[in-house]
């Protein structure tokens, strides 16, 4: 039998996963659970609550959170810790609760390329798996995409993070797919994304990436007019042209500083699938991590560092 | 007494402006009513009850119509007229209503400078009234900028409209600051523009303008984690990024096959004051003209050019 060492979580705005892990650092079992915005402030007892059947087989399990649990409407504030950061950095300044049961992971904080402060919590997390399952980013400069609602642009350098830069937008598209008349009012925006449309937005952003956003944005309503675009397409044509300026502007800025060929793209099946058809369609190689076993990933390596702390 | 020579009105998706006017073509009395969004298709019904008054005084004018009144979901469809067009076309291809005492002007449509679709309903009626007003468009080449929900940038020769571009900054403002967390959810989004907070963004945009909007945008709410930007002027920053990306890249694409040094500005004073700022900004002379006086003085041109048709 398996032994369980430790409980890891990510605990988002709008999703909790929950990790059982044992002694490979990989998940045994997974659940899901409510996120930031839905617990009212209650982590603790919707943590215990849900963690009851695993602890109940194993024991009071050591647990180690990320994400907004971090934040200031989170369990317990963890201040934000300024790039550049090391694996072990991050470690160190977990919180801990419950003398030392429980660990909350810090966010990170930057001044990014464009001169902006710059914040993550949770793909902190993330990026410290990837370099546990990707020894490769542990040597020289590496581009690391993290593809959501707040996309984030992560420079990584002999396995430490120098920066980051964040795009809304996946908040954005939600937004404009709600709220505007660029995409029609009966469409669903969960719905499966067109392949085609998606691609011809791409191409779109590739004929003159210097064209701003907002000069483009129109086309998914006005093709539509013109009979050159199905009503049902205007979001994945809009999709196309979002993340297209978002990996094409991207490219632009951080790829040059970095010279690699690859770029690692860390996140769900649904969003690495269009990022890195992005990216490949806008000139650059692509390597898939998926977002979950990255977390686990890095939770495990966080359990780890901080065990040997003591 | 002067006297009531026809009724012009500009019907908008949100707001009718209905205008009684005389010999100077300019507008004797003004009234408001219910956008095209609220009429619920009775046109006729909603126009009857609010002339009312002024035909009791002038007895049976002629009207002559613009904006989403002659749209899909409008009185009677008007079919585009596709650029370059000439006001005498524009006034030729009026649909007449009730034997000719009714004109419903058609809109406009184009391939813009990207090459993709374009339309417009309403603002082609404000650039005819531009060319009365200001003779001096008659003659070369001139940028005009329409600033609205779906901003237009306009493209004079000779007195002709050659072509145009749409950019709905307006729309998507609105959708960011209803929707997303770049601006905080308190905020009110139709209170004053903070200038101090509106010229940052602008600056930000002027520093590097070949910069994509999506790399700019969480700035709105990165600076106020960073104590850098009040809460209360998150949405007026938002704004300076918006308007100063659309005008940055407008001018990039359009004003070199202009090579005038002055934009005019058709608009709100609200929308022309901020357009203007950001042009005067970026580098670009501008002059402003009253968005309603060119409806009626373009409302007056149609009104002339189809009595001398007759």
Chains 1, 2 share one sequence.
Request: glycine share 10%.
């Amino acid at each position: 039998m398996v032994t369980a060492k430790f409980i890891g979580g990510d605990w988002g705005t709008t999703h909790l996963r929950l990790f059982l892990c044992g002694q490979e650092l990989t998940a045994l079992e997974q659940l899901d659970g409510p996120g930031a915005n839905r617990v009212c402030g209650a982590y603790e007892k919707a943590l215990d609550s849900l963690i009851r059947a695993w602890t109940d087989r194993h024991g009071d399990l050591p647990i180690v959170l990320c994400g907004m649990v971090g934040s200031s409407i989170g369990w317990v504030e963890t201040p934000y810790l300024p790039c550049p950061v090391q694996p072990e950095q991050i470690a160190r300044a977990c919180i801990e609760l419950r003398n030392g049961r429980i660990r909350i992971v810090p966010g990170l904080s930057c001044r990014n390329k464009l001169g902006a402060p710059d914040f993550m919590r949770g793909e902190e997390t993330q990026l410290l798996g990837a370099l546990h399952l990707e020894p490769v980013l542990q040597r020289g400069l590496h581009l690391v995409c993290l593809p959501g609602t707040h996309t984030k642009w992560a420079i990584l350098q002999d396995g430490t993070l120098q920066e980051f830069l964040t795009a809304p937008t996946g908040e954005i598209f939600a937004s404009l797919c709600a709220q505007t008349t660029l995409v029609p009012a009966d469409v669903n925006v969960k719905s499966e994304i067109n392949s085609d449309a998606f691609a011809r937005g791409l191409r779109r952003i590739r004929e003159s990436p210097e064209t701003q956003l907002l000069h483009r944005v129109f086309e998914s309503r006005s093709l539509r007019l013109s009979g050159e675009l199905a009503p049902g397409h205007a979001a994945s044509y809009l999709s196309g042209l979002l993340i297209g300026s978002d990996v094409s502007g991207a490219l632009r800025m951080l790829a040059p500083s970095v010279r690699t060929p690859v770029v690692h793209v860390i996140g769900s099946s649904h969003l690495s699938r269009l990022y890195s058809t992005a990216l490949s369609a806008l000139d650059g190689e692509v390597r898939v991590l998926d977002g979950a076993a990255a977390s686990v990933a890095g939770l495990a390596q966080i359990y780890q560092l901080t065990r040997s702390n003591n």
